[in-house]
């Protein structure tokens, strides 16, 4: 781990000292991200109601800049200019590199399709049988931990052999034991939980852009 990535986790959990009883497990989500992107995955986020908003958030910060500039490197610059594009260097100088990551909240046509044909509590796990491999990340957000769509997701992300991060209140319900890495948040009031889930989020997508972008010092 860089020196700013540490500090990043460091400066996140003095910043917001309740985060503190979650350390280890943010920890090894981090690990289990890192890893993910390492070998080419990506990460497929998922909630409901306010916890959808942080999906998309999430989605958002790994598939372009947070913090630092991510260059793509020459390779598109070129392949534009053989195609004959007049406008290569400014479109790739505009581009910055991804960190694959799809958001299911954001499929709408596909949601009220499953909603209305199959049930709607399989609106993530049949995104999940679409788009999910093995060593993908499952980043599944409940904070009662109960709710059955994101249950259903877990489930058939397991059978795919991904790796669930589940994000969750301090009971954890029914969510935290089906995943490898349930982050429980001390909290039991909703709104509380989403206060905390945010800044933790942020720190780790921070973290993760910084290891693979961050210039080298």
């Known amino acids: ?18 985060l503190e009883k979650c350390r280890g497990d943010l920890y090894s989500a981090y690990e289990a991200i890192y890893k993910c992107f390492k070998n080419h995955g990506k990460v497929l986020t998922c909630g409901n109601g306010g916890s959808a908003s942080d999906a998309e958030h999430i ?3 790994l598939m372009n800049k947070l913090r ?14 053989s195609l004959g594009f007049t406008d290569a260097d400014r479109i790739s100088s505009h581009l910055e590199a991804p960190l694959q990551s799809i958001s299911l ?18 609106i993530f796990a049949q995104q999940v049988l679409g788009y999910g491999k093995p060593g993908d ?16 997701a877990v489930k058939v992300a397991r059978a795919l052999d991904l790796v669930v991060i589940g994000f969750t209140g301090e009971n954890g319900g029914a ?22 889930h945010l800044p933790a989020y942020h720190m780790l997508c921070a973290m993760i852009e910084e290891e693979f972008f961050a210039p080298e010092k």
């Open 1 to 18: 781990m860089r020196e700013g990535t540490r500090k990043l986790f460091e400066n996140c959990l003095e910043r917001f000292p309740q």
């Open 59 to 61: 989605t958002g910060e």
């Open 68 to 81: 630092i500039k991510r260059p793509v490197g020459p390779g598109i610059a070129g392949k534009l200019r």
């Open 105 to 122: 909240v954001s499929q709408m046509a596909l949601i009220t399709a499953v909603s209305n044909d199959t049930s709607a509590d399989m």
């Open 137 to 152: 990340i499952l980043w599944a957000i409940s904070c009662s931990g109960n709710s059955s769509n994101i249950l259903n």
């Open 175 to 196: 969510l935290a034991p089906l995943c490898q890495i349930p982050v429980r948040f001390p909290s039991s009031v909703t709104f509380c939980i989403q206060e905390l």
